[in-house]
């Protein structure tokens, strides 16, 4: 079977990282959302791809699409009665892949500055990624990715736990806070 390989992601983000460096902002704000970028093709790189293309003639025949959860909380309860060390992976892994849009999620919009929003927010990432693996397993006529609600729901609390944890440091040392940090609407804190 031959793939496309993640790395792909990053071709579309060039130009982007481009039109991005040529705006007319400041510097911390350029930066800032260069490293979202990375982070937003890191991720599609590590959930969308690698992509069959040809030679999965045999998966179709043998897999069919299955393996799909969108009941909550039964992969997470069903990786927790045996837990072993690639479970333990496999949870953390999803937990963190979005934890970085909890810090520049609020810099870069400030209407994701309260809670709700970004934790609606982050949840509508977490549910876009698991929609475009379905998506992919439905129009290759297979499942090669796993789509997961449970999955979804981590990553949304990984993108939490990091956002109240800045408005945490943000209340607790604020002068060592980011001059974006520091604008109105503040971030909370626990």
């Given at each position: 079977m031959?793939?496309?390989?993640?790395?792909?992601?990053?071709?579309?983000?060039?130009?982007?990282a481009i039109w991005?460096?040529r705006?007319?902002?400041d510097?911390e704000?350029?930066l800032l959302?260069l490293?979202?970028l990375?982070?937003?093709a890191?991720?599609?790189?590590?959930?969308?791809?690698?992509?069959p293309?040809?030679?999965?003639?045999?998966?179709?025949?043998?897999?069919?699409?299955s393996?799909?959860?969108?009941?909550?909380?039964a992969?997470?309860?069903?990786?927790?009665?045996?837990l072993?060390?690639?479970t333990?992976?496999?949870l953390?892994?999803n937990v963190?892949?979005?934890?970085?849009?909890?810090?520049y999620?609020?810099?870069l919009?400030?209407a994701?500055?309260?809670w709700?929003?970004f934790?609606?927010?982050?949840l509508?990432v977490?549910?876009?990624?698991e929609m475009a693996?379905?998506?992919g397993?439905?129009?290759e006529g297979?499942s090669?990715?796993?789509?997961?609600?449970?999955?979804?729901m981590l990553?949304?609390?990984?993108?939490v736990?990091?956002?109240?944890?800045?408005g945490?440091i943000?209340k607790r040392?604020p002068?060592?806070?980011?001059?974006?940090?520091?604008a109105?609407?503040?971030?909370?804190?626990?």
């Open positions: 031959q793939f496309i390989d993640g790395e792909f992601a990053v071709l579309p983000a060039i130009p982007v991005i460096w705006q007319r902002r510097r704000w350029r959302a490293v979202a990375a982070h937003a890191v991720v599609v790189g590590m959930t969308v791809f690698p992509i293309y040809s030679g999965q003639d045999f998966y179709r025949q043998t897999r069919g699409l393996g799909d959860n969108v009941v909550p909380f992969t997470i309860r069903g990786q927790l009665d045996g072993t060390l690639n333990v992976r496999q953390s892994g963190l892949l979005l934890a970085p849009l909890g810090v999620g609020p810099a919009w400030p994701l500055r309260e709700r929003r934790a609606a927010a982050a509508a977490g549910v876009a990624i693996q379905l998506a397993s439905v129009l297979f090669y990715r796993i789509t997961d609600i449970d999955d979804a990553n949304a609390a990984g993108a736990v990091a956002f109240m944890a800045l945490l943000v040392w002068r060592v806070a980011p001059t974006w940090l520091r109105e609407p503040p971030l909370p804190a626990l």
